[in-house]
């Protein structure tokens, strides 16, 4: 409105609205600003802000965080390492032993069939959360393969006589959200990589812990996404991304650490009708968020 501004003082003033901008509550982000949504986008993992992640205290009800034991444990007992099998994968007495730990899941509640659980498995192929917990080891760094044999890394061995297997939580959630594939175990076709929202979806999800209420958010926050899926025989648009999000955020993230439970038998529908999540104490005593809406 001011006439008489120079180039360089109508640039201050632009700048400063800019900044403004950014700094302000956008309701298409829940009530978070562009600044805040940046940094979940594009910071590491321990340069965060607006949340605080915790190792909790006690890990036992974490299933990626007992199978590590398990590998930790057994490798110990054998100067740092141990045989691998022939295809390349972990031991059988290994994978019995985690299989063994089911009953001590949440997730056990839900259990089926053995054959068919993501829990529990004949061989570390048929074992999907263990063979997570072994590629998640290996992206960390803690584990090697070499030679027909796991071997623990030297300095990791150091820290776990030292720190227990707690020093190894947050590597591995690490690894989980900004080095591993979510789509690894799934054979859908899109372009959509929901590791840049998982932050996002963590603090939406403890707020309400519905799937179908979570997507929406994700779509209203990022329409974009719609542009990169790839739509699923006989659904919407909207329920495809429903099951992406519930087989690759839910399922076989937060499921696997043990933040969450799905019940399976609330069962699979070409109708987005709302499904729950149970949300378990390790969620919130990892995760303390602390930004204002």
Known sequence: MNPNLTLDELSVVIERQIEKQ?????????????????????????????VTINTPEDLSASP???YLTLIFDDAMKND???????????PAHLVKQASELLSEFAVSQFAGNISISEFAGSNEDKFNALHYTRILAEIAGIIYRRSGRYH??????AQYQKQGIHGFFKSMLDAAVSQYNWRYFD????????RMYWLFMV?????????EQLTDEVITAFPYVLEQLGVISGCSL??????????????RFLQFWGFVTLD??????LDREPRTVQLQPLLADTFHFTVNV
Do not use: Y
């Open 64 to 66: 990626v965080m007992r």
């Open 80 to 90: 740092g390492s141990f045989k691998a099998t022939a295809k390349g994968n972990l």
């Open 264 to 269: 399976p038998k609330q069962g699979f529908s």
């Open 22 to 50: 950014n700094e302000s509550a956008q309701d298409d982000f829940c009530g978070l600003s562009p600044t805040q949504m940046g940094n979940w986008f594009d910071a590491s993992f321990h340069q965060l802000q607006g």
């Open 203 to 211: 603090w939406r999800l403890q707020q309400h812990a519905c799937i």
């Open 187 to 194: 054979l859908f076709e899109d372009d959509v990589d929901l």
């Open 238 to 251: 909207e329920k495809s991304l429903d099951i992406l999000i519930e087989s690759r955020f839910i399922s």
């Open 152 to 157: 623990i890394k030297k300095a990791a061995q």
